[in-house]
């Protein structure tokens, strides 16, 4: 079991930065891949981004690729999302993801964050 608790969502202007944060519980966090997913207002919850436990491997979806950049820190447990060049269409609540790297790149999550909002005005 793991919990998930995200920060550093926010608002900001088009083309400006943001660095999102999850910190997990628990004694075995280096063995679990790491992931952001978000939901946009209407839309379905889509897979942004997934680390490997070792933090040697790393996913992006193809809209966030050479923006967002998804990294860890073992010693931390934590988890983070730098996101650069942020649009308008990157708005969504942002979710801290766990679970294993295979399932969580072809969208299937074992454990979830309450989410963070990040807003990007035009």
């Known amino acids: 079991q793991v919990q998930l608790v995200e920060s550093g969502g926010g608002l900001v202007q088009t083309g400006n930065s943001l660095r999102l944060s999850c910190a997990a519980s628990?004694?075995?966090?280096?063995?679990?891949?790491m992931g952001w997913s978000r939901q946009a207002p209407g839309k379905e919850r889509d897979l942004v981004a997934v680390?490997?436990?070792?933090?040697?491997?790393?996913f992006h979806t193809n809209s966030v690729k050479g923006r967002f950049t998804i990294s860890r820190d073992n010693a931390k447990n934590t988890v983070y999302l730098q996101m650069n060049s942020l649009k308008p269409e990157d708005t969504a609540v942002y979710y801290c993801?766990?679970?294993?790297?295979?399932?969580?790149?072809?969208?299937?999550?074992?454990?979830w964050g309450k989410g963070t909002l990040v807003t990007v005005s035009s």
């Open positions: 628990g004694r075995t966090f280096s063995s679990y891949a």
């Open positions: 993801t766990a679970g294993t790297f295979g399932r969580m790149s072809k969208g299937t999550i074992d454990y």
């Open positions: 680390i490997s436990p070792s933090g040697g491997s790393t």
